[in-house]
T-cell receptor, first 113, second 120 residues
Framework: AQSVTQLGSHVSVSEGALVLLRCNYS??????LFWYVQYPNQGLQLLLK??????LVKGINGFEAEFKKSETSFHLTKPSAHMSDAAEYFC???????????FGKGTRLSVIA | GAVVSQHPSRVICKSGTSVKIECRSL??????MFWYRQFPKQSLMLMAT?????????EQGVEKDKFLINHASLTLSTLTVTSAHPEDSSFYIC????????????????FGAGSRLTVL
């Protein structure tokens, strides 16, 4: 079984400040990990993915995440927040093959001017 | 990149009626699609896995007779909410595996824009 825990349902940062969204996973098999972003009333857009290659993964819009097996974590970071980053962020885990993703509960990011 | 089109984006219906939501993969074939449901300010919950040419696989607790899934072709899956009631009001999102995933083994999903169903 796989699961994801996102710490903090809501994170608020100032524009230009560091963004850190936390994600811890549980998986009985080597995990594939994802971060998706969702804007209001829209579907999900892939930010980045970990597929057992490099542990530091760079994604779109300046985001990156680091896979830490010892900590079972896959936290999402961005050095400098923009107003356009305000959205809901979901961490997800899956196994290999055509298996569905299991999502965390999401973290809403607010960016304050 | 891979695009998944979902229609309609919004639908309002009366209680007791049925509503069909379409999910199409554009420019790629999807033998498997996943249907998720999202309640306001909550996460996505997998409802079912739609398989082309065979029956869908439903998650525990999802009524297969209420949420009919048909994967008639390699580019189209439909979700029909039968005899809809207000508690079925939700945001329904479909997804398909991005063919550009390559050989990493990961199931990278591309999502449709979602369909918001409101049952009066």
């Amino acid at each position: 079984a796989q699961s994801v825990t996102q710490l903090g349902s809501h994170v608020s940062v100032s524009e230009g400040a560091l963004v850190l969204l936390r994600c811890n996973y549980s998986s009985s098999v080597p995990p594939y990990l994802f971060w998706y972003v969702q804007y209001p009333n829209q579907g999900l857009q892939l930010l980045l993915k970990y597929t057992s290659a490099a542990t530091l993964v760079k994604g779109i819009n300046g985001f990156e995440a680091e896979f830490k097996k010892s900590e079972t974590s896959f936290h999402l970071t961005k050095p400098s927040a923009h107003m356009s980053d305000a959205a809901e962020y979901f961490c997800a885990v899956s196994g290999a093959g055509n298996t569905p993703l299991v999502f965390g509960k999401g973290t809403r990011l607010s960016v304050i001017a | 990149g891979a695009v998944v089109s979902q229609h309609p984006s919004r639908v309002i219906c009366k209680s007791g009626t049925s509503v069909k939501i379409e999910c199409r993969s554009l420019d790629f074939q999807a033998t498997t699609m996943f249907w998720y449901r999202q309640f306001p300010k909550q996460s996505l919950m997998l409802m079912a896995t739609s398989n082309e040419g065979s029956k869908a696989t439903y998650e525990q607790g999802v009524e297969k007779d209420k949420f009919l899934i048909n994967h008639a072709s390699l580019t189209l899956s439909t979700l029909t909410v039968t005899s809809a009631h207000p508690e079925d009001s939700s945001f329904y999102i479909c997804s398909a595996r991005d063919p550009g995933t390559g050989n990493s083994g990961a199931n990278v999903l591309t999502f449709g824009a979602g369909s918001r169903l409101t049952v009066l």
